[in-house]
Nanobody, 125 residues
Framework: EVQLVESGGGLVQAGESLRLSCAAS????????IGWFRQPPGKKREAVSC???????YYSDSVKGRFTISRDNSKNMAYLQMNSLTPEDTAAYYC???????????????????WGQGTRVTVSS
């Protein structure tokens, strides 16, 4: 069964950090482009960051300089390190993947194949 499972969410105070993990099973992430999206309460889902299978990353302006996306193909994992969190980062965070060798550059506008169930991040002020 193909699955993406996120973990690492929780309740933190403003200024603190969290590291989200995304574990893939049922397929290899090697040739997959990975994305992290989030959906704040009452708002639409938005792209946070994407990373190509080989190189190339994208960050939304709202997280650039604070968040870092990474992947470990040997472990079939992806990560989102989130630093200097603010209440505006409060959202459900989703990991997603698509089979693609395209290089990420300016956005995360891809047709994603698989989505995780999400992990909730709450940042208090």
């Amino acid at each position: 069964e193909v699955q993406l499972v996120e973990s690492g969410g929780g309740l933190v105070q403003a200024g603190e950090s969290l590291r989200l993990s995304c574990a893939a099973s049922g397929f290899s992430l090697d040739d997959y482009l990975i994305g992290w999206f989030r959906q704040p309460p009452g708002k639409k889902r938005e792209a946070v960051s994407c990373i190509s299978s080989k190189d190339g990353v994208y960050y939304s302006d709202s997280v650039k300089g604070r968040f870092t996306i990474s992947r470990d193909n040997s472990k079939n994992m992806a990560y989102l390190q989130m630093n200097s969190l603010t209440p505006e980062d409060t959202a459900a965070y989703y990991c997603t993947a698509t089979f693609s060798l395209l290089r990420v550059s300016n956005d995360c506008a891809f047709q994603f194949d698989y989505w995780g169930q999400g992990t909730r991040v709450t940042v208090s002020s």
